[in-house]
């Protein structure tokens, strides 16, 4: 729903009450008119207070939407640095992880070779 068009309505709303309720009393001419006056007064000052407040949360509204854009940029930018910062710390160890492997991988290979080597020899020549 519209929010102008909810306040435009329920300012009408308390117009026709207020309007309805003022002709119905027993009052005279001028007392009538200064009571419709001074009610008509007080509807406007309300309504400027309610357009002011409006105006104030839509305000702060964006003044939050604009912080929280920012803090999710600041979060998203120290994260990634963060996260650099990891891989380059990381990326020796990593390295000499691979290093390692191959050793190990080498080794097995040799160890491997050794047995088969060892079984050849072992078996008698037919």
């Known amino acids: ?22 002709l119905s009393a027993p009052q005279s001419g001028q007392e009538l008119r200064g009571t419709i006056r001074h009610t008509k007064d007080h509807w406007r000052e ?24 920012e803090s999710i940029l600041t979060v998203a930018s120290e994260l990634k640095e963060s996260i650099q910062a990891w891989k380059r710390e990381a990326d020796p160890a990593i390295h000499n992880l691979q290093e390692e492997l191959a ?24």
């Open 103 to 126: 050793a190990i991988q080498a080794t097995m290979e040799e160890l491997e070779r050794s047995i088969k080597q060892d079984a050849r020899e072992e078996q008698p020549s037919t």
């Open 46 to 69: 309300h309504a400027l207070e309610i357009q002011m407040n409006l105006q104030q949360v839509k305000e702060s509204i964006q003044d939050v939407s604009k912080e929280g854009k």
């Open 1 to 22: 729903m519209n929010v102008k068009s909810f306040l435009l309505g329920l300012t009408a709303g308390f117009a026709a009450g207020a309007a309805g309720t003022l």
